[in-house]
């Protein structure tokens, strides 16, 4: 598949072809869906706890003697019925992680790519560079290059340090190494846009018998 490669300023410079097996793979919705799934699961960190009756402290005693008051039994005040006592069936910690063959995981990013390729929401830019951190100059290009939509910025490396410090004023645009290509990200922001020197990148983990 032939993209229009464009410059910063968004004029069209040329073209590329884009890896045929990661670009116009299969599309398996439900495979998508269980990466994300798996994604959204991996990131609940399960740090909630709440306290038993054998966690709060006191209720030694035994606050009245089982026979002869009129009163319901008791054995401890530290019971959930009372007031300061422990909680019954409230969330402790635990882990949510899914776990996913790393090959099911290659081949949903393939998924999600296709898509974005069929759909016309892959834009190559030749060079994305910065003089200087300036967040509205990164705005305008994006302006010009995904128009009002939401977009995903893919770099090869981490060398132009002055987009990744102007993207975080841009709310909704992210700049993202192409290792770390994820199925929520790619399924969250309208336009994909990549570097063309990141193709090659992505190719390296994701291409032919990956």
């Given at each position: 598949?032939?993209?229009?490669?464009?410059?910063?300023?968004?004029?069209?410079?040329?073209?590329?072809?884009?890896?045929?097996?990661?670009?116009?793979?299969?599309?398996?919705?439900?495979?998508?869906?269980q990466?994300?799934?798996?994604?959204?699961?991996n990131?609940?960190?399960?740090?909630?706890?709440t306290?038993t009756?054998?966690?709060?402290?006191g209720?030694?005693?035994?606050?009245?003697?089982?026979?002869?008051?009129?009163?319901?039994?008791?054995?401890?005040t530290?019971?959930?019925?009372?007031?300061?006592?422990?909680?019954?069936?409230?969330?402790?910690m635990?882990?949510?992680?899914?776990?996913?063959?790393?090959?099911?995981?290659?081949?949903?990013l393939?998924?999600?790519?296709?898509?974005?390729?069929?759909?016309?929401?892959?834009?190559?830019?030749?060079?994305?560079?910065?003089?200087?951190?300036?967040?509205?100059?990164?705005?305008?290009?994006?302006?010009?290059w995904a128009?009002?939509?939401?977009?995903?910025?893919?770099?090869?490396?981490?060398?132009?340090?002055n987009?990744?410090?102007?993207?975080?004023?841009?709310?909704?645009?992210?700049?993202?190494?192409?290792?770390?290509?994820?199925?929520?990200d790619?399924?969250?922001?309208?336009?994909?846009?990549?570097?063309?020197?990141?193709?090659?990148?992505?190719?390296?983990?994701l291409?032919?018998?990956?």
């Amino acid at each position: 598949m032939k993209v229009d490669v464009i410059d910063f300023k968004g004029k069209k410079v040329g073209d590329v072809e884009l890896p045929k097996d990661i670009f116009e793979a299969p599309i398996n919705v439900a495979l998508m869906h269980q990466a994300y799934v798996r994604q959204m699961a991996n990131a609940h960190l399960g740090t909630h706890e709440t306290k038993t009756r054998s966690d709060v402290s006191g209720g030694g005693k035994k606050p009245w003697k089982q026979k002869g008051t009129g009163r319901a039994r008791q054995g401890s005040t530290r019971a959930a019925q009372w007031v300061g006592g422990g909680k019954i069936f409230t969330p402790h910690m635990r882990s949510y992680d899914q776990k996913m063959p790393l090959k099911m995981r290659r081949a949903a990013l393939r998924s999600a790519l296709s898509v974005k390729a069929n759909d016309g929401e892959i834009i190559v830019v030749d060079d994305v560079t910065l003089k200087e951190t300036k967040s509205k100059e990164l705005s305008q290009a994006f302006e010009k290059w995904a128009g009002d939509n939401s977009a995903l910025l893919v770099m090869p490396d981490k060398k132009k340090e002055n987009v990744f410090v102007s993207a975080k004023n841009l709310p909704d645009v992210k700049v993202l190494l192409a290792h770390y290509l994820n199925i929520r990200d790619l399924l969250t922001y309208d336009r994909l846009v990549l570097e063309k020197s990141s193709i090659q990148v992505i190719e390296e983990f994701l291409g032919k018998g990956k």
